[in-house]
């Protein structure tokens, strides 16, 4: 079945740049979406269709692809950053959904 | 505004049934894939099951698939998942979810 990879963790001083990768043999025809998950919270979408934001996310959060892999970065990461990041992303066929093993982030 | 309301979780038996229900507002319903995602406690999120706009494509992860069957009433802004043969590892909040909107989420609890 189909895989997402990414780092299991994360770790940076608040106002660098995180960098959360999440690699797949489909992402090259696919789109990735981004999930930001703080604890006791259900997810929140943060990146959809690789790049894009949805309203109410902050401008210093931005998705890129390229080949096979999707990256999240989070620039001047700030303590309410920290979380779990999840990537979301289908299949070649476009029909089976997958998550990623998700990124712990710790900004410390 | 989107929004999605879950119902029907609850504690059932190793090998019992549950029928899940979302009740969706605030869109078109007819006009979208709709889907199903859970997650355990502890867990990462997982994709469980997809329908088409008309109900005509249905898919599954592979841990469901036989025993798990998502239907929906575009009449009624509804969508249905339900649960037969469930094992202990179906134990999870389950989430009705429109492209990145998720509803509240309702617990599936498996155990004797």
């Known amino acids: 079945s189909y895989e997402l990879t990414q780092p299991p963790s994360v770790s940076v001083s608040p106002g660098q740049t995180a960098r959360i990768t999440c690699s797949g043999d489909a992402l090259p025809k696919k789109y990735a979406y981004w999930y930001q998950q703080k604890s006791g919270q259900a997810p929140v979408l943060v990146i959809y269709e690789d790049t894009k934001r949805p309203s109410g996310i902050p401008e210093r959060i931005s998705g890129s692809s390229s080949g096979t892999m999707a990256t999240l970065t989070i620039s001047g990461a700030q303590v309410e950053d920290e979380g779990d990041y999840y990537c979301?992303?289908?299949?070649?066929?476009?029909?089976?959904?997958?998550f990623g093993g998700g990124t712990k982030l710790t900004v410390l | 505004e989107v929004q999605l309301v879950e119902s029907g979780g609850g504690l059932v038996q190793p090998g019992g049934s549950l029928r899940l229900s979302c009740a969706a507002s605030g869109f078109t319903f007819s006009n979208f894939w709709m889907c199903w995602l859970r997650q355990a406690p502890g867990r990462g999120p997982e994709w469980v099951a997809n329908?088409?706009?008309?109900?005509?494509?249905?898919y599954y992860v592979d841990s469901v698939k036989g025993r798990f069957t998502i239907s929906r009433d575009n009449a009624k802004n509804s969508l249905f998942l339900q649960m037969d043969s469930l094992r202990a590892e179906d134990t999870a909040v389950y989430y009705c979810a429109k492209d990145g909107a998720w509803g509240q989420g309702t617990l599936v609890t498996v155990s004797s």
């Open positions: 979301y992303s289908t299949d070649s066929s476009g029909h089976h959904w997958v």
């Open positions: 329908i088409k706009e008309d109900g005509s494509e249905t």
